[in-house]
């Protein structure tokens, strides 16, 4: 006797295109990111005071010249986590050689976290398979910065 076969429903497939999308544009007078400062001046001018942590992504052609800036995730007043899929989502989209990533304390204390350090790890890591050399993680704060690479972190 022949067992009746279930009809299984047909599944439907999402047809998609992934586009990054340009929300507008900021000068940068030196046209090449030359040092962390550099990268600094960039990131601080993008997000301001904020009160809350913003984690953002700088990417830069093979000649390190800014091509897009992205905040990729906005934490709490002391804590943002972030994912290396999110960070490295844009920089793949916009064809970036490298990228610093950066985040602001709120507390106006750089001293990077033991989190701090966990993210820079991954994010180099997840660079390394992709092709995008992560250069430097800069925690900034509202009159200083620290280079996690110049600290001897990365």
Known sequence: MEEKQ???????????????????????????????????NIIRDFIGDSDREKFVVLGLSTKNEPQLLQVVHT?????????????????????????????????????????????????VEAGKLLGIDVMDHLILASDKFLSLKEKGYM
């Open 6 to 40: 279930k009809k299984v429903p047909a599944k439907r497939i999402q047809l998609v295109d992934v586009v990054l999308e340009r929300k507008g544009s900021q000068m940068f007078e030196g046209r090449r990111v030359r040092s962390p400062e550099d990268a600094a």
């Open 75 to 123: 934490g709490s007043i002391n804590a943002s986590i972030v994912h290396p899929r999110e960070v490295m989502k844009s920089l793949i989209l916009a064809n970036c050689a490298c990228c610093v990533v950066a985040h602001n304390h709120p507390s106006n204390d750089v001293t990077p976290s033991p989190e701090d350090i966990d993210v820079t790890e991954r994010l």
